[in-house]
């Protein structure tokens, strides 16, 4: 599985976090989820951690899915 790529994140004066995705914005985080976002995404892969508090990354079982037989 390939790695995410193009997140990026701002965080404003008033504490809302806006992340972006391809320079689309795909979440905006305020309050306490925002201060969690923060902590998490400097202690970890930043991209990787971008992608999951948007849900912009894939579960694992696609190739499950696309050979069920309801999907060809």
């Not at 790695?3 to 985080?29: C, M, N, W």
């Amino acid at each position: 599985m390939a790695k995410p790529q193009g997140f990026r994140y701002e965080q404003r004066a008033d504490g809302t976090v806006t992340i972006t995705h391809r320079e689309r914005a795909a979440s905006t985080l305020r309050g306490g989820r925002a201060a969690k976002f923060l902590l998490e995404v400097k202690s970890g892969d930043q991209q990787l951690v971008m992608a999951r508090w948007t849900g912009a990354y894939k579960f694992g079982n696609e190739r499950t899915a696309r050979n069920h037989p309801r999907n060809r």
